[in-house]
């Protein structure tokens, strides 16, 4: 057993570079796990800085100068945060609100609802089973409430520390834009002078996180607008709240739509039934979601990331459950560099880079 163990590390973790690479990886994950907070508005910067790139590379290709392509993509920037926290964040806020008003009227009229399945199904649904999911939801509603009661309260106190990160986050990736690499080259300058793992890793990582997060927040944002000017013009109710969590939906792939369908089917039914409107409501939305998965999608990811469905279901429950709403976010990128590290990890067995460069060296 020991002799296989040995085998295996040999064949594994021969190369230098490869230990370097891992324990960087190792590094790095337990960083964000123990220091998330801490080093939260840095990672938020470069994040921000990495997506602002894209723009300012794509000005400098149309021959505007470096500087003058910093100042639009940070101005462009400022006038879209602006934008987000004056009046998007406002309206969806408000109706926030007048729906958690209108909760005990939809549950009156859900009661009713549930307490006639018994009638209709009597085979599948009892009086007793009614009123334990009666009862059931009644106290969820409750704890809602207060959740939101107390989430507005605590916030107050936050409110600083959220001003300071709104302020610090954009300064930093300017000055990373502005930096222009001088910060990562002197990183890199700490690595071995040859490592052409890392090199590999690092170019595939770099197509495919750009075409990803880009893209991601362009999805984002057409599918939460297309969403909110179709249901204002069918007259939805809630419908730049509703528009919001369509548009955050497309972050988890296949969970997030599906979930998301739940309370704009809810919505519409509250307020139409059965009538026509719901039915078009219901069909406007399949259309939407239909046209991001068949034509926006594949738009905006020409370099799609090449992982099969189960690998990202398993990736967004892992990262998920590490880092919340962020690890959900990245799933599928931290999935993409695992298996770019799997593809290009050297080993020793035959027919691998490694174990012909080890053969050459013997003779």
């Known amino acids: 057993m020991l002799d296989i163990f040995k085998k295996w590390i040999d064949d594994y973790f021969a190369d230098e570079e490869a230990l370097i690479l891992l324990l960087l990886l190792i590094v790095g994950f337990t960083v964000v796990l123990t220091m998330g907070d801490v080093v ?45 926290l004056l009046v998007v964040l406002p ?42 999911i009666i009862a059931l939801a009644s106290a969820r509603a409750g704890e809602l409430g207060q959740w939101v009661v107390s989430l507005s309260l605590s916030t107050i106190p936050n409110i600083l520390s959220l001003m300071l990160y709104l302020i610090l986050v954009p300064i930093l990736a300017f000055f990373v834009l502005a930096d222009e690499g001088q910060f990562f080259r002197t990183l890199a300058g700490m690595l071995p002078t040859e490592r052409p793992l890392m090199t590999t890793v690092w170019k595939e990582m770099n197509v495919q996180i750009a075409n990803y997060i880009r893209g991601k927040v362009v999805e984002i944002v057409v599918v939460g607008a297309v969403t909110y000017v179709a249901f204002v013009a069918l007259g939805l109710q809630y419908a730049a709240l509703l528009a919001i969590l369509v548009g955050l939906s497309v972050v988890v792939p296949y969970i997030g739509a599906t979930v998301v369908t739940i309370p704009v089917a809810l919505i519409a039914y509250f307020q139409w039934g059965t009538e026509s409107q719901f039915v078009y409501t219901m069909i406007v939305y399949i ?44 799933a599928i990128p931290l999935a993409t560099l695992v298996k770019a590290v799997y593809n290009a990890w050297p080993t020793r067995r035959a027919g691998s880079p490694v174990a012909a460069k080890a053969g050459q060296e013997v003779s």
């Open 40 to 84: 939260g508005p840095v990672i938020a910067g470069l994040i921000l800085a990495f997506l602002l790139q894209g723009m300012i590379s794509r000005l400098t290709r149309w021959k505007v100068p470096r500087p003058v392509a910093l100042v639009i993509t940070i101005l462009f920037f400022m006038g879209a945060a602006l934008a987000t």
């Open 91 to 132: 309206l969806a806020w408000g109706q926030l609100k007048i729906l958690f008003g209108e909760l005990p009227k939809m549950l009156t009229k859900g009661q009713e609802l549930l307490m006639l399945l018994p009638e209709q199904y009597p085979a599948f649904f009892s009086e007793t089973q009614v009123q334990e």
């Open 287 to 330: 259309i939407i979601q239909a046209l991001d998965g068949n034509v926006l999608v594949p738009l905006l990811f020409s370099e799609a990331v090449n992982l099969s469905p189960i690998v990202i279901m398993i990736a967004v429950i892992t990262f998920g459950g590490l880092w919340g709403i962020w690890g959900v976010f990245f």
